[in-house]
């Protein structure tokens, strides 16, 4: 089968790998790299569970082709924690109980992430929209709401520090 | 308290935000082939022939296996195994698995899918429980009570019918609850290996690894002790792991034969097929009410569809009925209830299980009887309540009940009084309550064992390890496990190693499902740490030369005034006293009063109850229906953890509003010239519309205590129960807004403006079903209610009279 070698820079780090062309970002990172903290839930774009960042900005990593990755820099849930530090915004959402099964929160966080990077201070109705392409079943997604909230003043404090 | 009941991270919250947690499909062994299933694309056929002869030519293909290979049937309750793990003659719902595909690689797997020939006969479909009524043939099963009816049950507590011809008034309505799937974010996956002894392992996203386990040692024709079954952390269950599933048997019996690793993850819209979710279910109520707002008696008749195979379906049906009677005074109460078979994916247990449909129906009527007897709905409700420590007319033992507070604290947090009937047009406010089982009082398959154990071990370095069957579905029961067992040990929960869902080591429970893992699971691990507790007591007292029973277990320390111990050390003083230590505690519910046939569904250690407020706004041109507050009050009995309490609660109010405004697993039929064919409406998340982070409206929770005894440390369910309100709470708020009655489930814009338009015409504003069909049901049984002289036991027809 005619693979494609690629340099990817997934967490900061330069990633040598290979892989069928076809293959998604989320497949790439998930079987071809072994980050499988990025999750997926339909494949289709529809659920946002597979959400990274990429330059930055949330994507559905199931609807690109790791292909087009070259020379962008990707962020999964892997990279969040600075060694072993939680980032604010996972230690608030453990602590608000917004993961529940956990399934949708590498997704949401990233996003959330995303959101905090561009409005440090968002309100509620701005973090509900950020975060409408996540489904969760579990939550109700109060709690998450919280969590993002809490993590945005963590975030903060810690950056006045 | 110094654990219970203080909001803490949960154990495995760390493992949750780092992407560590490992679900199935994260797992990936050396040598691992991948597999896939084909399924039906007919509703309801014979299959003629199946050729695989190409598809096992195709490189890279490992292993083929259609129905032949499997000879014996599975299903979760002894009395339905009506199904193959592959179909081998008769297909029943479109995605009805037929063959399957062991491969290199998905890829491979895909394609090679595409060169089995499968020649089917197409029969024709039953689409509706109607049909199902209509049409006994051609029969979607050979068993059942007769042509496509798989169950009748019939039950009589006090003659009902003749209480509520002389009531003042009587109340006949009908309701229909549209079916509804679990959705969990997590597609089911599955990873069977064998380990290096030659076991078969499978790793699986199952609410039920002791079940799994028992259908795997069955069709795979294999002793149990051969197999072990490990339940990986669901992505989200919600009832639909609850069911033993096809690709599970399939995948291990793949990996047996080939000696690899084989693993699937089903597509999404292989998970709308699976499904297993929410019944639709017809109902009539009729309901006798004095003037003063007494019930005198209920008539409660049920019309479930079951789709194509039998599922936890038998228990579904007996749900639709079994609760009715624990949350309101109900001296007489006939139940009738019939499910059928009808082609489309088998239908099971969501989220409630057959309850929210009839309490959605009793809710609305309850709101209609106050209105008509000029009655505030609380009040109403409130003057009514079952007595706490009292038996019900089918013969259920309720223990505590908190529904009164739980009512009195919505109705003041809301605002209620100031609200009611005095919103303007096109707001208002609707209340509803429930209630739930915190278990089911017997388990699925007949035996005198325990429905939970526990084992403790704890080592000289202080370190404690509880293993436990029960699943970590999301709800946090590891977290549960763990405080419990901290609570009772005076450490910390952070402490405790929990080892769980694992057939292989750990003691057997029988899954997380009717909401009994904090009660039973919670029971039995009390007795063990109560039994290491005892043992540490021992040894510490001799050291510090007191009376074990005056030392405190508290802070990691055992202790009594200013001498103490840590608890590491008191743990090596009894090491060195008792040995090697390991406890174990175990469950079993109370043994039920009921005594007749049926009576096994209903009963549980304990009920949990909940009170709910929405405030609705509706938009009288467009119907539109917007839900800016909810507030809801839950009888937890008493809070082991209030932040996963409150996100148990917060999620069931979530899934019940999702239910009631929108989620809906619909079928539609092909043109006559494409068959006339049943096929699914939207299996895909993008159409099967549920509530987003936008649409969720601010939900006020209140956990109200009131501890039960048969409870640990007083604690009931909350997954589950906070969900049953919240969508008749939503319809009496929409009559509030705007006048109309929507009977039904999804309540949808469309429905409201005809509702509306109706209105407007001066005829009658309602939506929902207008006739209930003849349905076949057996003369009931005749159960005397605790009041009449009964004792649990049915009576013959002749003795009814002379009781009554």
Not at chain 1, 85 to 93: E, G, I, K, T
Not at chain 2, 677 to 705: G, N, Q, R, W
């Amino acid at each position: 089968m005619k693979v494609v070698h690629l340099a990817l820079s997934v967490n900061a780090e330069e990633q040598s790998c290979s892989f069928a062309p076809y293959k998604t970002l989320l497949e790439v990172l998930r079987e071809d790299l072994g980050l499988t903290g990025t999750k997926h839930g339909c494949e289709l774009g529809e659920c946002g569970a597979c959400a990274v960042l990429i330059d930055g900005e949330p994507q559905l990593s199931c609807l690109v082709l790791a292909l087009e990755c070259a020379g962008r820099s990707i962020e999964t849930v892997e990279g969040m924690a600075r060694g072993a530090d939680l980032h604010p915004l996972q230690s608030a959402f453990a602590d608000f109980g917004a993961a529940q099964c956990g399934y949708c929160t590498p997704g949401i966080l990233l996003t959330a992430k995303a959101l905090l990077a561009h409005e440090p201070g968002p309100s509620r109705e701005r973090i509900q929209e950020a975060i409408s392409g996540n489904l969760c079943r579990c939550t109700g997604y109060q709690q998450i709401v919280e969590a993002i909230e809490e993590g945005a003043r963590r975030l903060s404090e810690e950056q006045a520090r | 308290m110094r654990v219970v009941g203080k909001p803490r991270r949960r154990v495995d919250g760390r493992a949750k935000v780092t992407g560590q947690t490992r679900f199935a499909d994260d797992l990936v062994l050396p040598r691992m082939l991948h597999m896939k299933l084909l399924r039906s694309p007919h509703p309801h056929a014979l299959i003629e022939s199946t050729d695989v002869s190409r598809a096992k030519a195709h490189p890279g293909v490992h292993l083929v296996l259609t129905g032949e290979d499997f000879p014996t049937s599975f299903g979760i309750l002894p009395i339905t195994q009506d199904e193959y793990p592959l179909a081998p003659e008769q297909v029943r719902y479109i995605g009805d698995p037929v063959a399957a595909i062991v491969a290199r690689d998905e890829q491979i797997a895909c394609e090679a899918l595409e060169l089995i020939e499968v020649r089917y006969r197409p029969l024709e479909t039953i689409a509706s429980p109607e049909e199902a009524l209509a049409k006994p043939e051609p029969r979607i099963h050979a068993y059942g009570e007769r042509g496509n009816i798989h169950r009748l049950q019939a039950f009589q507590f006090g003659d009902a019918e003749s209480a509520i011809a002389q009531s003042d008034y009587v109340f006949e309505d009908l309701f229909f609850y549209e079916g509804n799937t679990h959705l969990p974010i997590e597609q089911h996956a599955s990873l069977a290996a064998l380990d290096a002894d030659g076991k078969l392992t499978l790793w699986s996203s199952t609410q039920v690894p002791h079940y799994v386990h028992r259908a795997l040692a069955r069709v795979l024709r294999l002793p149990a002790s051969q197999i072990r079954v490990i339940a990986t952390p669901n992505g989200g269950g919600f009832g639909g792991k609850c069911d033993v599933c096809n690709h599970e048997l399939v995948a291990a019996k793949a990996a047996l034969m080939l000696g690899r690793p084989v693993k699937i993850c089903l597509t999404r819209e292989e998970v709308f097929y699976m499904h297993r979710g929410r019944h639709p279910v017809l109902m009539k109520f009729r309901t006798g009410v004095t003037k003063d707002g007494r019930l005198t008696g209920m008539h409660l008749q049920t019309l479930v569809d079951g789709g194509a195979y039998g599922s936890y379906g038998v228990a579904s049906t007996f749900y639709t009925g079994a609760l009715q009677t624990v949350t309101y005074e109900l001296p007489r109460y006939q139940f009738e209830a019939a499910r059928v078979f009808t082609n489309k994916p088998p239908c099971g247990p969501k989220r409630g299980h057959g309850t929210p449909q009839p309490r959605f129906g009793q809710e609305i009527q309850l709101d209609k009887i106050a209105e008509r007897l000029a009655k505030d709905p609380a009040e109403l409700r409130l003057a009514m309540l079952a007595k706490p420590n009292s038996l019900t007319a089918n013969w259920l033992r309720i223990g505590s009940i908190g529904l009164e507070q739980c009512i009195r604290t919505v109705v003041e947090r809301s605002g209620w009084a100031g609200k009611h009937r005095k919103l303007p047009p096109g707001r208002g406010v609707g209340l509803a309550c429930g209630s739930y089982l915190c278990g089911a009082g017997l388990p699925i398959y007949w035996n005198k064992m325990p429905q939970s154990g526990v084992q403790l071990l704890a080592d000289r370095s202080g370190q404690v390890t509880v293993f436990c069957g029960a699943t970590e579905i999301g709800q946090g029961s590891d977290d549960v496990l763990a405080t419990i067992v901290a609570e009772v040990l005076g450490i910390d929960p952070t402490e405790i190693r929990c080892i769980t869902g694992d057939t292989g080591i750990t003691p057997v429970d029988l899954g997380s499902y009717s909401s009994r893992v904090t009660v039973m699971m919670g029971n039995a691990a009390i007795q063990a740490a109560e039994k290491l507790k005892v043992m540490l007591a021992e040894a510490a007292a001799e050291e510090l030369e007191v009376a074990p029973d005056r030392l405190q277990f508290a802070g990691g320390r055992v202790s009594f005034d200013s001498r103490g111990l840590t608890f590491a050390e008191a743990v090596v003083l009894a090491e060195a006293k008792f040995g090697t230590l390991g406890t174990v505690g175990s469950y079993s519910p109370p043994r039920s009063p009921g005594r007749y046939k049926g009576a096994g569904v209903g009963p549980s250690p304990a009920y949990s109850y909940t009170a709910c407020v929405v405030e609705a706004e509706v938009d009288a041109q467009t119907g539109w229906i917007r839900i800016p507050k909810i507030w809801i009050a839950h009888d937890i009995g008493r809070t082991i953890n209030p932040v996963l309490a409150r996100g148990q609660v917060e999620g069931s109010v979530y899934m019940g509003l999702s239910e009631a405004l929108m989620e809906e697993q619909v079928f539609r039929r092909l043109p006559p010239k494409l068959s006339g064919a049943l096929v699914h409406k939207f299996p895909s998340l993008l159409e099967y519309k549920s509530i987003t982070s936008l649409d969720m409206p601010e939900v006020d929770t209140v956990l109200i205590e009131d501890p039960d005894p048969n409870c640990p440390f007083g604690a009931k369910e909350a997954g589950q129960g906070p969900l049953l309100p919240v969508a008749p709470a939503i319809a009496n708020a929409i009559y509030d807004a705007v006048g109309v009655r929507i009977d039904e489930l999804p309540i949808t814009p469309d429905k409201v403006l005809r509702a509306l338009q109706l209105k407007a015409a001066g005829k009658p504003a309602r939506i929902g079903p207008d006739h209930f069909p003849a349905v076949p049901y057996p003369a009931p049984l005749i159960v005397p209610p605790p009041w009449e002289g009964g004792d649990g036991k049915e009576v013959k027809r002749d003795d009814a009279a002379a009781v009554v």
